[in-house]
């Protein structure tokens, strides 16, 4: 009988300094069924403020970072949230490895790598990892289906200086395009890894030769509007 397989499923929300503040994580098996989970607030971090866009010019302003960290504060008063240590987090993965032997992913798993480097969160003790955003956007947006959704919906970034556009390949999206549903995300960590990372993965993973597309790493250059859609 052949091993059962998980994954772990990890996300960030990250302060000011990129280092991790919020900090979610699943365990699934190939069926997307939750057996373990977390939901931290890092303590180290507690007092920071979190990341803010320095022009003022996105959605990620000065005031949405101090009405996201008041909630946070609310999710903490509930229990929806524990607030722990760095080094809790690393026994909790600790156990998690040895019980599950996971193989880890995230979407846009280098992000996730990098603010829990920098934070003392390690996750270099897993052998196995793969990047759900390329491996996604290699399987999925790619294909015809996809650029008429992109289309139907408006799904491109803005317009650069040099005239670049983007088709969007975002996890928000991503997860309207699996599942059919709209929905907005609410960009806290264990949210986020439920609502829209497993249902992508479950998507992924559904696919018997998934691996062949974990490969290519996601290049902007590859999904350019001017590339795709031309004039009947």
């Known amino acids: 009988m052949a091993k059962k397989q998980y994954f772990l499923i990890v996300d960030t929300e990250s302060t000011n300094d990129d280092q991790v503040f919020d900090f979610g994580a699943v365990v699934v098996d190939r069926k997307g069924e939750i057996v373990n989970q977390c939901a931290i607030i890092i303590r180290e971090n507690i007092g920071k403020e979190l990341f803010q866009d320095p022009t003022g010019k996105s959605f990620w302003s000065k005031?949405?970072?101090?009405?996201?960290?008041?909630?946070?504060?609310e999710m903490l008063d509930k229990g929806n949230r524990m607030m722990a240590s760095v080094n809790a987090v690393n026994r909790w993965l600790e156990k998690v490895n040895a019980k599950y032997n996971p193989t880890l992913t995230a979407y846009n798993i280098g992000f996730d790598s990098t603010k829990c480097h920098n934070t003392g969160i390690d996750l270099t003790i897993f052998a196995n990892r793969f990047c759900l955003w390329h491996t996604?956007?290699?399987?999925?947006?790619?294909?015809?289906?996809y650029k008429q959704f992109a289309l139907e919906n408006l799904y491109f970034g803005e317009k650069t200086q040099k005239g670049n556009m983007t088709i969007k390949t975002n996890a928000e999206i991503m997860a309207h395009y699996i599942t059919g549903r709209h929905n907005?995300?609410?960009?806290?960590?264990?949210?986020?890894?439920?609502?829209?990372?497993?249902?992508?993965?479950?998507?992924?993973?559904?696919?018997?030769?998934?691996?062949?597309?974990?490969?290519?790493?996601?290049?902007?250059?590859?999904?350019?509007?001017?590339?795709?859609y031309s004039a009947k």
């Open 136 to 145: 996604a956007a290699n399987m999925f947006a790619t294909k015809k289906q």
């Open 184 to 228: 907005e995300e609410p960009h806290t960590a264990l949210e986020d890894a439920i609502y829209f990372e497993l249902p992508i993965l479950i998507a992924v993973l559904k696919n018997r030769n998934w691996k062949d597309y974990t490969g290519n790493a996601y290049n902007w250059r590859d999904y350019q509007v001017k590339d795709h």
């Open 63 to 73: 005031d949405y970072a101090q009405q996201k960290k008041n909630n946070y504060m």
